[in-house]
């Protein structure tokens, strides 16, 4: 029987985690999502695994991916599309123009709410709430302007400096891929 050393205890250790790399989102409707996430919020559509044998798209930008996946029971989407509240569940986009992605949401009759928390001295953070066609809430915010400052242990921070996205063929071509950070 191997003994354990010191070291190999699941509490002490870091789990080799990198970055997120997709959320998956329930659809009534593959293609209005898939709409909606390209021409609202920039997305692209990229290919998926042909052995995936059922009805969805995949979408890539700004570092993360959204998997679309057909519903087969539309008892797991949220009931009242029209609901916004911040507290809830929701995905949340960094965004370096509030202004700009204001004004798409305007020109495509997306409905959504408006909130600016704490003031100049704190960093204050501007936030739009605007749900998905399904009902799933999106947050846009300018979060960059808040300082992270660690509860306990800095150190336990991993902040990856290479292979945080994945590489992305350029024409089609997956000979030729875009160059990773700092590769």
Known sequence: MEKKKK???????KPPLMALNHVSRLCKDVKKSLEFYTKVLGFVEIER??????????LFNYGVGIHLVQVKDEDKLPSNTDHLDPM?????????DMEALEKRLKEVNVKYIKRTVGDQKDAAI?????NDPDGFMVEICNCENLELVPRHSADAIHLPEDRHAPPVALNGSSDRKMPQPNS
Do not use: M, R, T
Request: hydrophobic share 40%.
């Open 88 to 96: 809830d569940n929701h995905i949340s986009f960094q965004c370096e």
């Open 7 to 13: 070291g190999d205890d699941v509490s002490n250790s």
């Open 126 to 130: 501007d936030q739009l709430f605007f």
């Open 49 to 58: 695994p042909a052995a995936l044998d059922f009805d969805g798209a995949w």
